[in-house]
């Protein structure tokens, strides 16, 4: 039975989109992987395609100053600005990583209902509903207007159908990684975070880079060779989402916050998919002790190459708030740059979460709403994004109307973890704070 991810097609799709973003300029291998998804072509080819396409990843891993080992990385990142915080020396750090694990919660839920939807459709559906633009979470219309039927999950993700955080891979990894701090400590290794994987999450319910890490890993492969050995996916938002634990246990400290997501995001992942966890784990570490979204964006990029594309996004985005002060506008930006590249790739969702840091003004649900509605992969962003707001506000000071529905419980399929208490999740996460 074959991985829903994992088809022929689909992986030799990706790939060649992959390539492309890339900027692969052998022309020949295109053209090869472009014929071999025409009807009536020879799959028994396909192994010496793959080992065509292995040898130009190769190749455009030297060619780029975007490196995927660490020394790399290190030796190319940027400098904008400060990179170590110390903080008030009365913060109460409880509050704080409640509140992040509470935002992140009450983003990802906002998303849900309507991840991987256009903006477009997101419209449409809002404006159905008189609830456009989105101020609170995303109210139910009964019947859904043709075309516009909202996830089967949004029994337990819409307005006023909120009980708990339901179960998702982007909490599930969340508390995946409390897990490993809890088992093999801060110090834990590639191999730890893969090891946990094969322990406690089923094979169907994980997706793209993740399902390909996997399956490598049955074959015996090891980490870093799991993210880099066929994988169409290595660039997607999979890793990104798993970067928030590394900023908890790390508040101020956004240089290891960000050394620790390397060791997770490698697993699965290469450049900009690893520069995409390192950036959020740097990001959620410093809004510990930060107050202005703009610092905080940028003290993640402290920590990645300054050339790479995802820095480059990231500042360009910044630059579209500052000209436009729209989210439209700085969304149709978003848009026209990126035309073409995955809905689920770590670059245009990652000026999705930008865009709605900055243009929030700081606010919970103004910067939730504003990154939602900006379509794609929808709760990804907004959990990401709510950590940032959670960390730099604190579990007191978030709104009702936004952490109440949840009943400070959260559901996932992590063995022992299957209904938690998000305060108690907070308290662990407290204890591994060196």
């Known amino acids: 039975m074959q991985h829903q ?4 097609e689909m992986l030799l799709k990706a790939e060649l989109r992959n390539l492309e973003d890339e900027g692969c300029q052998d022309i020949d291998l295109l053209r090869r992987i472009e014929q071999s998804l025409e009807p009536g072509a020879n799959p028994s080819m396909d192994e010496e395609l793959w080992l065509h396409i292995e040898a130009v990843n190769g190749q455009l891993l030297k060619s780029r100053n975007e490196p995927s080992d660490m020394e790399g990385i290190r030796r190319l990142r940027g400098n904008f600005g400060s990179s170590q915080f110390a903080g008030p020396k009365d913060i109460d750090w409880y509050d704080k990583v409640y509140g ?3 935002a992140r919660c009450a983003g990802c ?10 903006r477009e459709r997101i419209r449409a559906y809002l404006q159905a509903a008189g609830a456009y633009p989105l101020r609170t979470y995303i109210p139910v219309l009964e019947p859904f207007p043709e075309g516009l039927a909202l996830w089967e999950n949004y029994e337990g ?3 006023s159908n909120i009980r708990r955080m339901v179960r998702d891979d982007d909490t599930d990894y969340t508390v995946i990684a409390l897990k490993t701090l809890e088992t093999h400590g801060r110090d834990f290794q590639s191999e730890d975070i893969g090891k946990m994987w094969l322990e406690n999450l089923p094979y169907g319910s994980i997706f793209t880079a993740e399902a390909i890490a996997y399956r490598n890993m049955i074959n015996e492969m090891d980490p870093p060779r799991t993210a880099s050995f066929r994988n169409p996916y290595r660039e997607y938002i999979g890793a990104q989402i798993r970067g928030d634990m590394w900023g908890y246990v790390n508040p101020g400290n956004p240089e290891r916050a960000a050394e620790m997501a390397f060791r997770d995001a490698c697993v699965s992942h290469t450049k900009n998919g690893i520069y995409g966890e390192m950036w959020a784990a740097a990001c959620v570490a410093a809004a510990f002790v930060l107050d202005d979204p703009r610092e905080i964006i940028l003290s993640g990029l402290n920590f990645i190459p300054a050339e790479s594309r995802l820095t480059q996004a990231v500042l360009k985005t910044m630059q ?8 439209e506008k700085v969304r149709d930006k978003i848009e026209e740059e990126y035309a073409g590249m995955s809905s689920i790739h770590v670059i245009n969702n990652t ?15 103004e910067s939730l709403c504003i990154t939602m509605m900006g379509g794609m992969d929808t709760d990804c962003t907004c959990a990401t994004a709510g950590s940032m707001l959670g ?3 604190g579990a007191k000071a978030l709104p009702e109307e936004w952490t109440a529905p949840l009943n400070d419980e959260l559901q996932s399929m992590i063995n022992g973890n299957e209904l938690c208490r998000i305060s108690d999740l907070a308290r662990r996460t407290c204890r591994l704070i060196a």
């Open 320 to 327: 579209w708030v500052d000209a436009y002060g729209d989210w």
């Open 100 to 102: 992040a694990w509470l």
């Open 109 to 118: 839920t906002l998303g849900k209902p309507v991840e991987g939807w256009t």
């Open 157 to 159: 993700t819409t307005l």
């Open 391 to 393: 960390a730099m506000h």
């Open 351 to 365: 000026c999705l979460i930008v865009m709605g840091l900055m243009l929030g003004q700081s606010g919970l649900g």
């Open 5 to 8: 991810d994992l088809g022929r």
